[in-house]
């Protein structure tokens, strides 16, 4: 009952036999392997975008620093919500990599960029003169970390601001394929027809082992990138294995199906936790994560059991009234059971 995150399940079969599968003799090495022609192409064709430079690095923090980096100068400041990974958990990765460059946070209800936030951190940011740093790109993340969607009109609202002062947008899509399941819109929709010029492509929570694909819709910053990657760390040698994941990923619209299992999985598990008694659910879980606060005796019951996920604060303890109520998160992935989603819910009804 591993409930902590999505990228604690293990890989889906199709990808692991696309390692094994790519196993055998050998490739030219940095990207130049046989696969990765064929990834390039499947990315252009789901995101419907013939010109599209694509990347893939193995973690989501790269994708997004090195993505941010890209259309950041060290003295500008990028736009992130406050509730953001690029925020809180990529330990100034984005800031590292952009050379010093800022992170500016934007407020907004569910962890999404209110528009209206993100015009006053903008104009605030460039009236200042040669005195403060200057306008960088705005990231989204979608699904956001709290497990709400931006609509296509919510991303194209933020986008728009960002475009009337010439500035790039970056979307985060660890959980990309999760907002796309739940829209039931295209890739495409989501990002360049809604204003998005550059996307990190999420692999890793949803069956991947580690790959990430980041996507510029102009490619005229690819070369750039491609020496920020590599100079960051984050070429890899024996890139065949990053392309043979990526490739049976969306072989298939897999990285969708996938997607959609895990929503339905955490809708399963959101009616249960509905049920239990004195639980609270402040955000419509809208993809594959919840935020819930429920008494202390129902994580007792689950976690004694063996039941693992975060609770918060993070210093949290189970030690306490029964009755208080403390706020956990839950992460569905694609290879949750509904005999186990169902056990954890009746430990935590009691
Ligand atoms: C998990 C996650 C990432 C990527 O994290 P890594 O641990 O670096 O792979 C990026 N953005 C969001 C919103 C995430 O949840």
Redesign the pocket.
């Known amino acids: 009952m591993n409930f902590a995150?999505?990228?604690a399940g293990p890989m889906h079969p199709s990808v692991l036999n696309a390692i094994v599968d790519a196993n055998t003799g050998y490739e030219m090495p940095y990207g130049n392997d046989s696969i990765m022609p064929r990834v390039r192409d499947k990315i252009r064709a789901t995101f419907e975008a013939p010109e599209a430079a694509v990347y893939l690095v193995?973690?989501?923090?790269?994708?997004?620093a090195l993505a941010l980096s890209t259309y950041t100068n060290s003295w500008d400041t990028m736009f992130a919500h406050r509730v953001?990974?690029?925020e809180e958990?990529?330990c100034g990765?984005p800031e590292f990599y952009a050379n010093g460059a800022r992170l500016t946070l934007v407020d907004g209800d569910g962890a999404k960029m209110d528009p209206s936030a993100l015009r006053h951190a903008i104009v605030n940011t460039g009236d200042k003169g040669v005195h403060g740093v200057q306008r960088g790109p705005v990231s989204i993340?979608q699904?956001?970390?709290v497990g709400t969607l931006y609509s296509l009109e919510d991303i194209a609202a933020l986008t728009a601001i960002a475009k009337e002062y010439g500035l790039k947008t970056h979307l985060?899509?660890?959980?990309f394929a999760n907002a796309c399941a739940a829209l039931g819109c295209t890739a495409a929709q989501m990002t360049w027809k809604a204003g998005i010029d550059v996307v990190?492509f999420?692999g890793?929570?949803n069956g991947c082992a580690?790959v990430?694909a980041v996507v510029f819709f102009d490619p005229e910053k690819a070369w750039e990138f491609e020496l920020r990657r590599k100079r960051g760390a984050h070429l890899f040698s024996k890139h065949r294995f990053l392309s043979a994941q990526m490739d049976a990923y969306l072989t298939d619209d897999l990285w969708l199906k996938l997607g959609r299992q895990a929503n339905a999985n955490c809708a399963r598990l959101v009616k249960g936790l509905e049920t239990v008694k004195g639980a609270e659910i402040p955000d419509t879980p809208e993809a594959n994560m919840v935020f819930a606060h429920l008494p202390r005796a129902a994580h007792r019951r689950a976690m004694d059991a063996g039941a693992k996920y975060y609770l918060f604060p993070a210093d949290a303890t189970l030690d306490g009234p029964d009755d208080d109520l403390i706020r956990c998160r839950m992460v569905c992935d694609w290879n949750k059971t509904e005999a186990e989603i169902d056990q954890l819910v009746d430990l935590l009804r009691g």
Do not use: F, I, L, P
């Open positions: 995150s999505d990228n193995a973690t989501g923090t790269a994708a997004n953001s990974h690029v958990d990529e990765a993340t699904a956001t970390e985060d899509g660890a959980r990190s999420g890793t929570k580690g990430e």
